[in-house]
């Protein structure tokens, strides 16, 4: 059974820098491209960024282009967001994305985590 | 800006069709892929590349593409499909890889 756990959210404050994790478990975790897709309060789903299998491709939202690093640890099957100068407008729901290939052209989602809580706030 | 354009709400009786659209300049050249999200709860993938449905996604659930519009269409409308619907592509210049729809609310009368 595929499963994806986010963790790492939580409240800061603006300006400060938060890292989000994903824990994969039931799949072969470097075979497939990852992503980070957010949600505000009462909004609709907006994509953050997405990598390679191999993290030789990455993606980010214009939203947050120089802020937000991506990268992934395969040999741990994990997904990181490093997340740098935190604004309110980030305050999400941070989830977690499987995409069903291995790169990021064509790019979808066929796994989802719960999401992780950040809420930037002073 | 690449932006995909939902229509915010759609309302049907319970057992008739409902059809979400979605459209944007790019979509005869990109697939389309469509997920639900109940209230609480991750997106489930319920359509992708236009028309394909995932195992264990029920019948009723179609997607169909014509020219700068995709359709997802729930045939014989269930209490439980009431749900947000968010139709996601990509732009055809790869600039912009993944980009969400606004969402449609449906609403299950």
């Known amino acids: 059974e595929v499963q994806l756990v986010e963790s790492g959210g939580g409240l800061v404050q603006p300006g400060r820098s938060l890292r989000l994790s994903c824990a994969a478990s039931g799949f072969t975790f470097d075979d497939y491209a990852m992503h980070w897709v957010r949600q505000a309060p009462g909004k609709g789903l907006e994509w953050v960024s997405g990598?390679?299998?191999?993290?030789?491709?990455?993606g980010y939202a214009d939203s947050v282009k120089g802020r937000f690093t991506i990268s992934r640890d395969n040999a741990k099957n994990s997904l990181y967001l490093q997340m740098n100068s935190l604004r309110a407008e980030d305050t999400a729901l941070y989830y977690c994305a499987k995409d069903e290939r291995d790169g990021l052209d064509m790019a979808y989602f066929d796994y989802w985590g719960q999401g992780t809580l950040v809420t930037v706030s002073s | 800006s690449y932006e995909l354009t939902q229509p915010p709400s759609v309302s049907v009786s319970p057992g008739q069709t409902a059809r979400i659209t979605c459209s944007a300049d790019?979509?005869?050249?990109?697939?389309a892929y469509w997920y639900q999200q109940k209230p609480g709860q991750a997106p489930v993938l319920v359509i992708y590349k236009d028309s394909e449905r995932p195992s264990g996604i029920p019948e009723r659930f179609s997607g169909s593409s014509s020219g700068t519009t995709v359709t997802l269409t729930i045939s014989g409308v269930q209490a439980e499909d009431e749900a947000d619907y968010y139709c996601?592509?990509?732009?055809?210049?790869?600039?912009?890889?993944?980009?969400f729809g606004g969402g449609t609310k449906l609403t299950v009368l």
């Open positions: 996601q592509s990509a732009d055809s210049s790869g600039t912009y890889p993944v980009v």
């Open positions: 990598i390679s299998w191999n993290s030789g491709s990455t």
């Open positions: 790019a979509l005869p050249k990109q697939y």
